[in-house]
Protein backbone atom coordinates (compact mmCIF):
# COMPACT_ATOMS: atom_id res chain seq x y z
CA UNK A 1 0.00 0.00 0.00
CA UNK A 2 1.37 3.17 -0.94
CA UNK A 3 0.28 6.90 0.68
CA UNK A 4 1.28 10.12 1.33
CA UNK A 5 0.24 12.04 4.12
CA UNK A 6 0.47 15.96 4.81
CA UNK A 7 -0.18 17.17 8.21
CA UNK A 8 -1.92 20.80 7.55
CA UNK A 9 -2.83 22.01 10.84
CA UNK A 10 -2.14 20.89 14.73
CA UNK A 11 -4.78 22.39 16.98
CA UNK A 12 -4.71 21.90 20.99
CA UNK A 13 -7.52 19.40 21.48
CA UNK A 14 -9.44 21.64 24.83
CA UNK A 15 -9.59 20.36 27.90
CA UNK A 16 -6.39 17.92 27.97
CA UNK A 17 -3.22 18.90 28.95
CA UNK A 18 -0.96 17.63 25.23
CA UNK A 19 -3.24 16.06 23.28
CA UNK A 20 -3.51 17.54 19.43
CA UNK A 21 -6.15 17.34 16.64
CA UNK A 22 -4.46 16.96 13.74
CA UNK A 23 -5.82 17.68 10.36
CA UNK A 24 -4.15 15.98 7.19
CA UNK A 25 -4.68 15.37 3.30
CA UNK A 26 -3.49 11.65 2.28
CA UNK A 27 -3.03 11.22 -1.37
CA UNK A 28 -3.60 7.27 -2.25
CA UNK A 29 -5.18 5.97 1.42
CA UNK A 30 -6.51 2.41 0.81
CA UNK A 31 -2.94 1.73 -2.43
CA UNK A 32 -2.51 3.28 -6.13
CA UNK A 33 -5.30 4.78 -7.54
CA UNK A 34 -7.90 5.35 -4.47
CA UNK A 35 -8.72 8.91 -4.28
CA UNK A 36 -7.09 11.37 -1.94
CA UNK A 37 -9.16 11.77 1.91
CA UNK A 38 -8.89 14.28 4.15
CA UNK A 39 -7.90 12.93 7.62
CA UNK A 40 -8.77 14.04 10.78
CA UNK A 41 -6.97 12.81 13.74
CA UNK A 42 -7.05 12.64 17.42
CA UNK A 43 -4.25 12.48 19.97
CA UNK A 44 -4.17 12.36 23.63
CA UNK A 45 -0.14 11.73 23.98
CA UNK A 46 0.28 15.16 21.55
CA UNK A 47 1.91 12.79 18.89
CA UNK A 48 0.19 14.12 15.45
CA UNK A 49 1.80 11.07 13.32
CA UNK A 50 0.22 8.36 15.46
CA UNK A 51 -3.31 9.54 16.29
CA UNK A 52 -5.48 7.09 18.81
CA UNK A 53 -8.67 8.32 17.06
CA UNK A 54 -8.70 9.11 13.19
CA UNK A 55 -11.60 9.59 10.51
CA UNK A 56 -11.05 9.98 6.23
CA UNK A 57 -13.17 12.28 4.77
CA UNK A 58 -13.64 11.59 0.78
CA UNK A 59 -12.83 15.37 -0.29
CA UNK A 60 -16.17 15.82 -2.13
CA UNK A 61 -17.65 15.34 1.47
CA UNK A 62 -15.83 18.40 3.29
CA UNK A 63 -18.18 21.56 2.55
CA UNK A 64 -21.46 19.39 4.12
CA UNK A 65 -19.30 18.04 6.80
CA UNK A 66 -18.02 21.34 7.72
CA UNK A 67 -21.93 22.26 7.31
CA UNK A 68 -23.22 20.11 9.92
CA UNK A 69 -20.23 21.06 12.30
CA UNK A 70 -21.23 24.56 12.06
CA UNK A 71 -24.70 23.57 12.74
CA UNK A 72 -23.17 22.23 16.31
CA UNK A 73 -21.82 24.81 17.21
Known amino acids: M?????????????????G???VSKIDAPYGEGS???????ISLSGDA????????LPLGNIDEVIEA?????
Open 2 to 18: SSSAAIIKEIPLMGTKK
Open 20 to 22: VIA
Open 35 to 41: DSVASIG
Open 49 to 56: KSPEWKVH
Open 69 to 73: LQSIK
